[in-house]
């Protein structure tokens, strides 16, 4: 069983950064591909990166591309999203996720969100 625990969510001003880590535990983490998706308020969960198990390869949703780098640190156990020039539209509960084999597949673990809120 894999358990993935986020932080690194506050209150910052638009145009502000952020880096949310998600530390995992359990077997295979170096394995699997990570991701990272939020949801806002009234809204569907939506993805925002991922990165593959080597971290050779990552994806980004067009909303947040150019302004978010997602790495890892195997050795570690830990994922991170740098988010860069934020704006109030980021304002959004963030949850890493673990498990998919691709960056264009969703994992079935899941952390309890960390929250970031972004003022105009």
């Known amino acids: 069983q894999v358990q993935l625990v986020e932080s690194g969510g506050g209150l910052v001003q638009a145009g502000g950064s952020l880096r949310l880590p998600c530390a995992a535990s359990g077997p295979a983490f170096s394995m699997y591909t990570m991701g990272w998706f939020r949801q806002a308020p009234g809204k569907e969960r939506e993805f925002v990166a991922a990165?593959?198990?080597?971290?050779?390869?990552?994806r980004y949703a067009d909303s947040v591309k150019g302004r978010s780098t997602i790495i890892r640190d195997n050795a570690k156990n830990t994922v991170y999203l740098q988010m860069n020039s934020l704006k109030p539209e980021d304002t959004a509960v963030y949850y890493c996720?673990?498990?998919?084999?691709?960056?264009?597949?969703?994992?079935?673990?899941w952390g309890q969100g960390t929250q970031v809120t972004v003022s105009s």
């Open positions: 996720n673990s498990g998919s084999s691709s960056t264009f597949s969703v994992g079935d673990y």
């Open positions: 990165i593959s198990w080597s971290g050779g390869s990552t």
